[in-house]
């Protein structure tokens, strides 16, 4: 896939930075012709090079879809504006372009809060174009009014309410670029009716005006060297790499790096993928469900060399008791993360694939790969050695959840985009699928959203045309959203959705085993017990193939049934068992050092050891 590199998305737009944002070539110069404001924006979506947006019609955003009807700027209908924010985020997580989803006013709008904060929390390049009512109306709690624009404004890397159709594209162009650079994020443009009916004139490229916004790429030197000295005396030190590094295309540096100094490897949550799950370095996943070798590196680490990650909770635990003895450096873009939740003692500004690339040629004349840390390789390949991912069959003769997920993995393959909804399901194909290769794992990561699964797979489908993508969702998440399928039928998109159907809402019924004495409350969904819905039944009304398997010997031959079917979606209505659990496990706010591996089991270690 091809991803703008932060060279092309430099901090001084340009008409060829600005088309970069979305992914495309600069157009020629247009020279001004009478339009509408509705002409001028989907013009200036046209002139970006934006290939699809995701939306719905309405009231205050209608005069925007005539043109839109003889644009070659693709609009898939939806059938929710939800749907619609988190298909523009599969699209640009699976492509690096800047995703579009458009929304008209009042409710319309609203609906797209969600998927908004939910791209703003995993940084994710998206604009949102939603209509308003007219300016003289707006105030006065006119028919479908809300103002969106102060609604998304801590949920924004900026918005902006326009005024006059000439303003038009000269901010349709900074809402591109201002998504894309930097830390990438949401962008919201609300554009009231009168201003899209308006007569004006389009031309291109407009003179973009962003005081004060450069995007440090570049890191500062002496922090480089610094850092370099603190890794060359370390004897624990970890790469703690975050989602920053897969939006840098840094990966190739990482393991550069990694291979250089030989320091060992964790990925976060939103960073499966920039470091292969089979590279004898990476120890996996820390935090919350991390494995037992990552977690207890990062605790026990005397150096953190932390590149495009923040510190999250749920990698953290307690925050104050949060590897203790390790020193910081800290590289990431977004200066405002940095000693943010933890002091960094080499505070790094700059774009991860010129830190790592600066870092790699500061290191190389003193590393000595992993010889230089033979003592902590050997207690941490201890610990993989004594406490592997893995997981018990059910002894009540039900499907075992990690295996469906596990043989999806290893069938379907590593060049596959894997998308997956939030809970229990998230975590195992996080932890059973091996990921190898850079953007073959989308999930909501910050925001933790039920129901991003599906319309995000949609949206990765329609970016990536030629690649399979699955997405891995529980049968809470999907009853969000599984009206989105229904496009999926129409528009020609084949994603497949494995359900993970366990009959709860799985990873609060987890928590109520563990933490509320086994009181479940309101959290059996009905879909084991009365069939309701029937997904399979569901699926085939949405025009969707419907599969089901309820039994480990036919777990493969579903899997690769689905495989063939390639001209309509498929949903597989997976039927496991309810009482498996996500392994390991650190409570919300306790220490990293009371992991559990299992229930009421903690990993031991000899007073030696670490």
């Not at 924006?41 to 699809?52: C, K, N, Y």
């Not at 060297?225 to 004897?235: F, T, V």
């Not at 529980?474 to 009206?483: E, I, P, S």
């Not at 579903?558 to 068992?577: L, Q, S, Y």
Request: with cysteine; net charge negative; hydrophobic share 40%.
């Amino acid at each position: 896939m091809t991803r703008p590199t932060p060279e092309t998305l430099a901090n001084r737009a340009t008409p060829a930075t600005v088309a970069a944002a979305a992914g495309a070539s600069a157009v020629a110069p247009i020279s001004p012709v009478p339009v509408t404001g509705a002409g001028s924006l989907v013009r200036s979506l046209e002139a970006l090079g934006v290939e699809v947006a995701f939306g719905i019609p309405g009231g205050a955003i209608l005069p925007a879809y005539d043109p839109l009807y003889d644009s070659k700027v693709r609009h898939i209908l939806v059938r929710h504006e939800q749907g619609a924010g988190h298909a523009a985020t599969g699209y640009a997580q699976a492509t690096g372009k800047v995703g579009v989803c458009i929304a008209t006013s009042g409710p319309g709008a609203t609906n797209l809060v969600t998927p908004i904060a939910d791209a703003y929390m995993d940084s994710v390049p998206i604009v949102a174009i939603t209509g308003q009512v007219a300016r003289p109306a707006i105030g006065t709690d006119a028919f479908q009014e809300a103002d969106i624009q102060g609604i998304t404004l801590p949920i924004t890397k900026h918005n902006f309410l326009i005024q006059s159709a000439e303003e038009i594209p000269q901010v349709i162009a900074e809402a591109f670029h201002l998504a894309a650079t930097g830390r990438p994020g949401p962008v919201l443009v609300d554009i009231p009716k009168d201003v899209l009916q308006a007569q004006t004139t389009f031309a291109w490229p407009p003179t973009l005006e962003l005081p004060g916004y450069r995007p440090t790429l570049h890191p500062h030197g002496k922090q480089i060297r610094e850092a370099a000295r603190l890794i060359a005396a370390a004897k624990r030190p970890v790469l703690y790499v975050g989602g920053g590094v897969l939006k840098a295309g840094a990966t190739d540096g990482l393991r550069k790096l990694a291979e250089v100094t030989g320091i060992p490897v964790v990925t976060t949550l939103m960073a499966l993928g920039a470091f292969p799950d089979s590279h004898p370095q990476h120890l996996g996943m820390p935090g919350m469900h991390g494995t037992v070798p990552a977690v207890y590196a990062l605790q026990k680490a005397d150096l953190l060399v932390t590149l495009g990650a923040r510190f999250d909770d749920r990698v953290t635990g307690k925050l104050d008791s949060f590897a203790p003895d390790a020193k910081v450096v800290h590289a990431d873009i977004d200066p405002a993360e940095i000693g943010k939740n933890r002091h960094a003692d080499v505070p790094i500004v700059g774009d991860a694939r010129h830190v790592i690339d600066e870092l790699i040629a500061a290191v190389s004349g003193t590393a000595t790969g992993a010889a230089a840390y033979e003592p902590w390789w050997a207690q941490l390949n201890d610990l993989r050695q004594r406490y592997p991912l893995g997981y018990d069959e059910p002894t009540d003769g039900t499907l075992a959840p990690q295996y469906v997920i596990e043989r999806i993995g290893e069938l379907v393959g590593p060049d596959a985009v894997y998308v997956a909804g939030v809970g229990q399901h998230q975590m195992w194909a996080s932890q059973f699928i091996k990921y190898e290769k850079p953007g073959t794992w989308l999930n909501s990561g910050g925001a933790g959203t039920m129901g991003y699964a599906v319309p995000a797979a949609m949206g990765a489908k329609v970016g990536l045309p030629d690649t399979p993508v699955w997405g891995i969702d529980g049968d809470g998440c999907f009853q969000m959203t599984n009206q989105e399928l229904a496009t999926c039928a129409l528009e020609g998109i084949p994603v497949k959705i494995a359900v993970i159907n366990n009959g709860n809402l799985g990873m609060v019924r987890q928590w109520q085993t563990l933490f509320y004495e086994g009181r479940y409350s309101n959290t059996e969904l009905g879909t084991h017990k009365h069939r309701i819905p029937d997904f399979v039944k569901l699926a085939e009304a949405l025009g969707c193939v419907g599969l089901r398997c309820e039994s480990k010997a036919d777990v493969d031959a579903t899997i690769k049934a689905a495989m063939e079917i390639n001209d309509r979606p498929v949903v597989i209505d997976f039927t496991v068992g309810k009482d498996a659990m996500v392994w390991p496990m650190v409570a919300a706010g306790t220490s990293n050092d009371e992991i559990m591996f299992a229930r009421d089991v903690r990993p031991t270690f000899d007073e030696d050891d670490l």
